[in-house]
């Protein structure tokens, strides 16, 4: 029998969990002998070096920083169009009973439904990051949630990555019997480490007795404001802590002008956009990851995979991973629960660290097994 041929669509290829789990997706159907397409509505490359290269890559033009807002929203609707269009013809071009398209985040979502609408040979799996559905911001989306609401009546599969983040989505469908969480895949193989970025690591954190790193988008929801001012408290409480800070955002701005008004030019550094960065975990003392929600984020699972501590916010299906001694809980979400966290890891020894880690690998080592995580995907393409 005939493997389908799977879409993939994701809404860019820049630096984010959903993004890298797409693509995790792809190579692993690639490497099994499936057809994968891969579908891109933003411009930018960041993380095309993840993907096999024996997989065509669609890319289309859905956003620009250029434009005014008015403007904006003008070109997307217009390249929305033109993306449905474009879509539903590669789609009719190939055998349509034997297509299965995986979408990961809300405008992959809307275009898959459009894409796939009134084609009830092809199945539409749509997958959920998050545990809501917001603006890169803690508050809630009720269009998104609505959008959301209808999207699920025509998938044939909702998949989810956390447990907690599919329980509360299932309130918002009418139908219950199409949803199943698959834990984030796992990836173990990143291209050699880059010395010159390893050398300026060291250089920025050598000086300080904990080294904390965070990483992720630069906005609203990472909630690095207030990590900024956690910092600034163990600052005045005058324990030497740095913290590098690896990604980009609309959000950077605010943050350097936070750093530079609370005098922690010297504490933090912001290290922009990085490739592979688990290839540089091990010259950091702490991992710390402080969202004010989410479902069950990358850099929780490849810090503990490198056997990183990890303080996290209870978020998601987070804290599942971390109780028992496994992590560092970050009770809040302010800079006092972030501070208290911190200060609670920096006065474990080396061997309760040690320990910790090691028990937190041998837990998520036989909780999220790839092989069983890619099988589960196989079930619903099927």
């Known amino acids: 029998m005939k493997k389908r041929t799977i879409y993939i669509i994701v809404t860019s290829l820049l630096t984010g969990g959903a993004e890298k789990q797409a693509i995790w997706l792809a190579n692993k159907f690639f490497d099994n002998n499936y057809e994968v397409r891969f579908v ?67 405008h992959s979502n809307i275009l898959a439904f459009f894409s796939t609408l009134f084609n009830r040979n092809v199945k539409h799996i749509m997958s959920v990051r998050s545990d809501r559905f917001t603006v890169r911001t803690s508050k809630i989306s009720f269009i998104r949630h609505l959008i959301f609401y209808f999207i699920s ?152 995979y490198n056997k990183v501590p990890i303080a996290v916010t209870p978020i998601g299906d987070s804290q599942e991973l971390i109780k028992e001694g496994r992590g560092i809980e970050i009770k809040g979400f302010d800079s006092n629960a972030i501070a208290a966290a911190i200060e609670e890891f920096t006065q474990l020894d080396k061997d309760s660290v040690d320990s910790a880690s090691e028990r937190a690998y041998r837990y998520l080592s036989n909780k999220f097994d790839n092989n069983s995580i890619y099988e589960a995907w196989v079930d619903l393409v099927k």
């Open 153 to 304: 009546m025509q998938s044939s599969s909702i998949v989810f990555n956390s447990e907690n983040a599919m329980q509360k989505f299932k309130k918002l469908s009418i139908r219950k019997n199409n949803h199943c969480v698959i834990p984030n895949g796992i990836t173990t193989d990143y291209p050699e480490i880059n010395t010159a970025i390893e050398s300026e690591i060291k250089k920025t954190v050598d000086c300080f007795k904990y080294k904390l790193f965070a990483a992720g988008r630069l906005d609203e929801l990472n909630n690095y404001g207030e990590l900024i001012k956690a910092i600034k408290i163990l600052k005045d409480k005058g324990l030497n802590i740095g913290l590098v800070l690896f990604g980009d955002g609309w959000h950077r701005n605010t943050l350097e002008k936070q750093v530079i008004n609370l005098q922690l030019e010297n504490k933090i550094s912001f290290f922009g956009k990085v490739k592979n960065i688990p290839n540089y975990f091990q010259l950091f003392d702490l991992a710390i990851h402080t969202a004010t929600h989410g479902g069950l984020s990358n850099l929780i699972i490849e810090s503990i």
């Open 40 to 106: 891109v509505l933003k411009k930018g490359n960041e993380l095309s070096f993840l993907l096999n290269k024996g997989i065509p890559i669609r890319q289309f033009k859905l956003f620009s920083k250029k434009d005014s807002r008015f403007l904006a929203r003008i070109r997307l609707a217009y390249w929305f169009l033109i993306a449905i269009r474009k879509l539903r013809k590669d789609i009719r071009r190939e055998e349509t009973s034997n297509i299965t398209v995986i979408s990961f985040l809300i």
